[in-house]
């Protein structure tokens, strides 16, 4: 699959349009590898990827995010924390992608009550995002479209709303 168009057919995970079979360690190594791989300001590298394997503890991390159904219907939780929050973004959508280019589809989550995800997942901090992965039971797949359709039919502003020449 090429870049644009893993990009153009992106759709963040549906909470009830999960398949539950596992994520094999290949997939999962090269998710959490385009994270590690992800540019960062003078190369400080200010992450860390917390998978939340743990059931009681995904359960209270749902509580602790904006939208807790994401959390709990997902075959992979990852955490991230660190500083720098858009160095994290970047690695954010690194995973995303990457897992989108291996048919596993993803959605982040913003952390609600920041001290409970920190003491959930032992930090001192709250981790920036949390990101839900799994298969989606149902999806055409990247290639059933042209590029250029998928950002067609993407419920997004034109281009020309968001860029200005000056």
Not at 141 to 150: D, H, L, P, T
Request: charged share 30%.
């Amino acid at each position: 699959m090429d870049t644009y168009l893993t990009i153009t057919s992106k759709r963040d995970r549906d909470t009830d349009d999960v398949d539950p079979r596992p994520i094999p360690d290949d997939v999962l190594q090269r998710i959490l590898d385009a994270g590690r791989l992800s540019g960062s300001a003078s190369n400080k590298q200010p992450w860390r990827f917390l998978i939340v394997d743990d059931a009681e503890k995904r359960e209270r991390l749902a509580d602790a995010v904006y939208e807790p159904g994401n959390v709990r219907g997902a075959t992979l939780v990852v955490a991230i924390a660190g500083t720098r929050p858009f160095d994290l973004g970047r690695c954010a959508q690194n995973m995303m992608l990457a897992a989108w280019n291996e048919g596993v589809s993803s959605t982040p989550n913003g952390v609600e009550d920041k001290d409970a995800a920190a003491e959930i997942l032992g930090l001192e901090e709250a981790p920036v995002t949390v990101l839900t992965f799994g298969y989606p039971t149902k999806h055409p797949g990247a290639e059933s479209r042209a590029a250029e359709e998928w950002s067609a039919r993407a419920n997004r502003r034109p281009v020309e709303e968001s860029v200005e020449r000056l």
